[in-house]
């Protein structure tokens, strides 16, 4: 429904336009995990950031703000208006899948890092597109660092770490319209898939309705800031609710926590309900396309914000 690095990219970009308080992005984040803190993976990134290197070791929240602000190579407006344009397109949010990279430099540690998180972040500088890094999410759970069993209930920290890229990455465009319309189409198509086998009456759910509802009010706390034009806000709620259906026909009945990312979902789940591998496999191909759709109408929508910070 959410991640990390949209929280991020988000009010870090917000910040950095003037339209936006630190606390605000730290706020953000807070809704994550209690302890933010941001480590350099390589020399080069720390080099382009300001991170300590060669002794390593967790900075705090503090530092990543000023992490953020060195690396898009322009000092944040602290009040008054921005510069239109100065920073549009240096702060981007990619949601990797396997089998769809783009945007991720291939063959590296950050590329694998962040196909296995799902998420991260990437920020250019407009002036030296060579200093380019990425940040990928990694949340901390108590008893991780002992030999205790790590406790779902207790995230303690979200750290963030960054890469050095080997240059700007090429980032697709998603038009924020297109995705829109596309959203509206495969949800009528999924549907009326799902409709002929019955998912509904052999999901073994009482209510999917209430269901859908509940994974949507557990992301409803994560704010945006108030730019954000209200049809890239539109096409966000539209993609959630459709996640949330996916999520509860694929028989993911457990609700996400706050701080979690469980109501993600993953291609290849079996729905709930199926009864036969024909059933399963109609499913499976009715929902199969919302995913990449969903995933590309979010990405519309979070450019969009971004872009609408240096619109005045």
Request: contains cysteine; glycine residues 8%.
């Amino acid at each position: 429904m959410w991640c990390p690095s949209v929280s991020l990219s988000l009010w870090a970009n917000a910040w950095l336009a003037g339209k936006a308080a630190p606390d605000d992005v730290l706020d953000a984040l807070s809704l994550w995990a209690p302890k933010q803190s941001v480590t350099a993976y390589d020399a080069v990134a720390a080099g382009h950031t300001g991170l300590p290197w060669p002794d390593v070791h967790d900075a705090g929240t503090v530092s990543l703000l000023q992490t953020l602000r060195a690396a898009v190579g322009r000092p944040a407006v602290p009040s008054g208006p921005a510069v239109p344009g100065r920073l549009r397109g240096t702060i981007n949010v990619v949601l990797p899948v396997p089998g769809d990279v783009r945007g991720l430099a291939p063959g590296t540690q950050f590329e694998r890092d962040a196909l296995a998180a799902g998420e991260a972040v990437i920020i250019t500088n407009p002036d030296d597109p060579g200093a380019a890094v990425g940040l990928v999410p990694e949340f901390t759970y108590a008893g991780e660092e002992t030999d205790d069993e790590p406790d779902d209930d207790e995230l303690c920290a979200l750290s963030w770490i960054v890469y050095s890229l080997p240059g700007a990455p090429v980032l697709n465009h998603h038009e924020l319209g297109d995705t829109e319309y596309a959203l509206r189409s495969a949800v009528r198509s999924a549907a009326d898939a799902l409709g002929t086998i019955g998912l509904a009456g052999a999901s073994g759910v009482d209510d999917p309705r209430g269901l859908v509802e509940q994974l949507l009010e557990s992301t409803r706390h994560h704010s945006i800031p108030d730019h954000a034009p209200s049809r890239a806000l539109r096409v966000l709620e539209n993609a959630a609710h459709v996640d949330a259906i996916i999520a509860v026909s694929a028989g993911l009945s457990r609700l996400p926590d706050t701080d979690h990312l469980s109501a993600r979902v993953v291609a290849g789940l079996e729905p709930a309900g199926t009864q036969s591998s024909s059933q399963a496999q109609i499913a499976s191909d009715a929902l199969r396309p919302l995913n990449g759709v969903v995933r590309s109408a979010r990405m519309a929508a979070v450019s969009a914000i971004l872009h609408s910070a240096w619109n005045d």
